[in-house]
């Protein structure tokens, strides 16, 4: 059922992260509007997602290919306006499905994903964006090229004809995330790329205010994953 214009939630969670992402863009002097809030719904039910979607919410993030294809096809029939991104680690033989599925990308971080994804992009004919992830703790468990290889792989991207949206970081957990939400800027920045993924529900105001253009945010809308 389409729901009413005037049903947008003003308390609850997700107000809550909107207010919150307000509150620090306008301490960087920075536009609200700027930054896009992606709603993680990775091991959430379709019903804590529906919520979200009548409170308002339209874009969303999963980490998984399969999860994802499992959830949504029926939720956007429903709800056409909605945008789904991949913010989790993509299989180059996944990336048909993942360029057939989502509106971008944030986990592009090797040569042989840029391969397999221009590939998915041609054959598709659906140019989805792509943020580069950066592995800034050199932690070999993570997604992410390491810092000394970005620029390689984004000239790499950009023969492929690869449509770059930005970068992205997952933070070393435990640590304090500031320097690295800094170190992505000016990487971006010294590479011509201006979208920034990053910042999670610990960090994201700090993330905003070193400039994000993207937060990825699950627990602080979703609650716990169970
Ligand atoms: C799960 C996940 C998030 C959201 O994490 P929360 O701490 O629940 O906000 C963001 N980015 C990526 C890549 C994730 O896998």
Redesign the pocket.
Known sequence: MPEPPGALETRGPLAEVKARIAAAAKIARREAEDVTLVA?S?AQPVEAIHALIVAGQRVFGE?RVQEAQAKWPALREANPDIALHL??RLQSNKAEDAVALFDQIHSLDRSSLIAALAKAIDRAGRRVPCFVQVNIGEEPQKGGCAIGELPALLAEARAADIPLAGLMV?PPEGVEPTPCFALLAKLADDNGLTGLSMG???DFETAVMLGATHV?????LFGERG
Not at 216 to 220: D, I, L, N, P, S
């Open positions: 993680v990775k980490n913010v989790g997952v999670m529900s610990g990825r945010v699950g627990t602080a």
